[in-house]
């Protein structure tokens, strides 16, 4: 969902760079849940302040600056049982990590390692030992997505 950039004022408040369609859609969560190196802990959500190009938020417990600071580069989630059901043809990013890529070919082109957005469209980053290709999340490239099997079909040859 996002990741805790620094310290924001003296009173326990942190920076959060968010990573969602709408930034402050994470106030919306009572609970978040922040960690690193695969060690999380649960976080009452107190309050929150929409900034530019970020958001402050104040955490139950976290009290002054060095206790925000001490979070710094904790990444930000969300329980998924809190989070709303995707729409048809909507997809979280953390479904798409780890897919296995396939052409029209029958061509494995790779593994979807991490998604960005680049404002026009997002783009999956798929990897293939050292290879890696930029696919962009469109309708007219991916034709395809199946969850249930892990793949993503798509319209792109193993050359591009």
Same mark, same amino acid.
């Given at each position: 969902? &996002?990741?805790?950039?620094?310290?924001? &004022?003296?009173?326990?408040?942190?920076?959060?760079?968010?990573?969602?369609?709408?930034?402050?859609?994470?106030?919306?969560?009572?609970?978040?849940?922040?960690?690193?190196? =695969?060690?999380?802990?649960?976080?009452?959500?107190?309050?929150?302040?929409?900034?530019?190009?970020?958001?402050?938020?104040?955490?139950?417990?976290?009290?002054?600056?060095?206790?925000?600071?001490?979070?710094? =580069?904790?990444?930000? #989630?969300?329980?998924?049982?809190?989070?709303?059901?995707?729409?048809?043809?909507?997809?979280?990013?953390?479904? !798409?990590?780890?897919?296995?890529?396939?052409?029209?070919?029958?061509?494995? !082109? =790779?593994?979807?390692?991490?998604?960005?957005? @680049? =404002?026009?469209?997002?783009?999956?980053?798929?990897?293939? &030992?050292?290879?890696?290709?930029?696919?962009?999340?469109?309708?007219?490239?991916? !034709?395809?997505?199946?969850?249930? #099997?892990? @793949?993503?079909?798509?319209?792109?040859?193993?050359?591009?």
């Amino acid at each position: 969902m &996002g990741f805790v950039s620094g310290a924001f &004022g003296i009173r326990g408040w942190i920076n959060v760079v968010a990573d969602t369609e709408f930034a402050d859609s994470l106030f919306d969560y009572d609970t978040w849940w922040l960690g690193r190196d =695969g060690q999380w802990r649960a976080y009452v959500f107190e309050e929150g302040q929409v900034q530019p190009k970020k958001l402050a938020a104040k955490l139950e417990g976290v009290d002054d600056r060095d206790m925000a600071f001490a979070l710094k =580069g904790c990444q930000v #989630a969300i329980p998924r049982s809190g989070m709303p059901a995707a729409g048809d043809d909507e997809y979280y990013w953390a479904d !798409l990590v780890g897919l296995a890529v396939v052409n029209t070919a029958g061509e494995a !082109l =790779g593994v979807v390692e991490r998604l960005f957005e @680049t =404002g026009a469209n997002d783009v999956l980053v798929v990897k293939d &030992g050292d290879t890696e290709r930029l696919l962009p999340f469109v309708a007219q490239v991916v !034709l395809k997505v199946e969850l249930e #099997a892990r @793949t993503i079909t798509v319209d792109w040859g193993l050359d591009y």
